[in-house]
């Protein structure tokens, strides 16, 4: 009880301070850092990102400020086809629909991990199933561009459209792979999920069925101990941690954190991922292994395997030796009503994230 109610006063302060507002035009010196000795001003208008109150402050680097002008540049980017070399666009892999993913593993460069939604963003430090990419969204879309895609860079600057907003809205007169990554990391910053019936409810504007609000209770005290990783759900703890999926690290990708620091500590560990649109996905884990929640709260219940790197999270009562909620049947069925209150409906149908 007491943890809701701590919980719905913190959405409350949220629902009063997250107001992302369209401001009149400004100019902008927009010379960019060139120091080529001209000044070229040019009117955007600014993008008010106002932070959720209990959230750590996020950082916009200096050089890349939200303006609406070059949110929409970045979007017309992740929905262009051309800057990959084999027809794919961002948005092959991250549909709105889907919460900004898609169903099926991807194989290939993704060596079969499930696509990651696209939902706020703007508050992670480490990226990708693994954590093997640590930085800004820039960073982060720089790799996308120039390892994923090999983006053609010349081909992109013969194309008048983008020369012209480049030039007004970063001062360049040549595109390259950092200017792009700049104009799709506003896009990914922007893409905030705050509307779901969960968000609702603690804004005292829906009610729970008894079912989700018996969910609700599981979720977020020491019965189901989700919470402890899921945080607060608007975001995760964007941590690494080992939910005890696997005995036996079948495939290399199931090896996880390893993959990245070569520690053995780190076998098995995953970025916790965020629960927002959960159930619009089909596969979940980082492989894609369960493909219903009803899964995936079994396994939780049921089916944690005892490694060394377990997170002690997952074992229970304080004994290293009990693992599993215990959860009967209609308390899993609870458990998976409350997950589905995660959807955010509004998000997935707004305008302002669709194709341009
Ligand atoms: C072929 C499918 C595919 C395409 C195309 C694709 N992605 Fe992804 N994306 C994925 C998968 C799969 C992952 C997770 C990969 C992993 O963890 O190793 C991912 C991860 C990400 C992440 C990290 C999210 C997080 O929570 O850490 C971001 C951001 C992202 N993609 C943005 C983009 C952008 C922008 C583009 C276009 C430049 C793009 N993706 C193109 C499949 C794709
Ligand atoms: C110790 C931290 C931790 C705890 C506690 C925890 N999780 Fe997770 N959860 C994770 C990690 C890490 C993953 C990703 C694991 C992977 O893909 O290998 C995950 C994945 C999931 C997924 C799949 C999401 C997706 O997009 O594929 C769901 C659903 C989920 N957890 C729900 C829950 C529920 C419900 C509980 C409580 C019963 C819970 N988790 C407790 C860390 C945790």
Request: with cysteine; net charge negative; proline share 3%.
């Amino acid at each position: 009880m007491k943890q809701g109610k701590t919980i719905r006063i913190l959405f409350m302060a949220i629902a009063m301070t997250t107001i992302i507002s369209a401001c009149k035009k400004e100019p902008v010196d927009n010379n960019n850092g060139n120091n080529n000795g001209t000044t070229d001003t040019v009117e955007m208008t600014p993008y008010e990102f106002m932070l959720p109150t209990h959230f750590p402050a996020i950082t916009i680097p200096d050089d890349n400020k939200l303006y609406v002008e070059r949110i929409a540049l970045g979007k017309q980017l992740f929905f262009d086809t051309r800057l990959s070399n084999d027809g794919k666009s961002c948005e092959s892999c991250h549909k709105q629909e889907y919460g900004f993913s898609i169903p099926e593993p991807q194989h290939g460069f993704d060596k079969g991990h499930t696509s990651l939604p696209l939902i706020n963003l703007a508050w992670n430090k480490n990226f990708m199933w693994n954590g093997r990419l640590v930085g800004t969204l820039e960073d982060v879309m720089m790799t996308e561009l120039t390892v994923r895609f090999s983006t053609d860079i010349a081909k992109v600057n013969t194309m008048t459209e983008y020369r012209t907003m480049f030039k007004n809205f970063y001062g360049v007169d040549e595109i390259t792979h950092k200017d792009m990554a700049k104009a799709l990391a506003q896009y990914m910053r922007v893409l905030v999920s705050r509307d779901t019936k969960y968000d609702r409810y603690v804004k005292g504007q829906a009610t729970l069925t008894l079912m989700e609000e018996e969910g609700r209770r599981i979720f977020f005290s020491e019965r189901g101990d989700c919470f402890h990783c899921h945080t607060n759900l608007l975001a995760t703890d964007n941590l690494m941690h080992n939910n005890g999926l696997d005995s036996v690290y079948n495939k290399e990708i199931d090896l996880g954190y390893f993959n990245v620091t070569g520690n053995e500590n780190d076998k098995g560990k995953f970025r916790t991922p965020n629960l927002r649109n959960v159930a619009l996905r089909t596969h979940y884990m980082h492989d894609g292994r369960f493909t219903s929640l009803e899964q995936v709260v079994d396994f939780y219940n049921t089916g944690v395997n005892k490694v060394p790197s377990v997170d002690p999270l997952m074992t229970k009562d304080n004994r290293d030796d009990v693992f599993g909620l215990g959860l009967n049947e209609v308390e899993k069925k609870q458990l998976v009503a409350f997950l589905k209150t995660l959807t955010d409906s509004t998000m997935i149908a707004d305008k302002a994230f669709a194709a341009p």
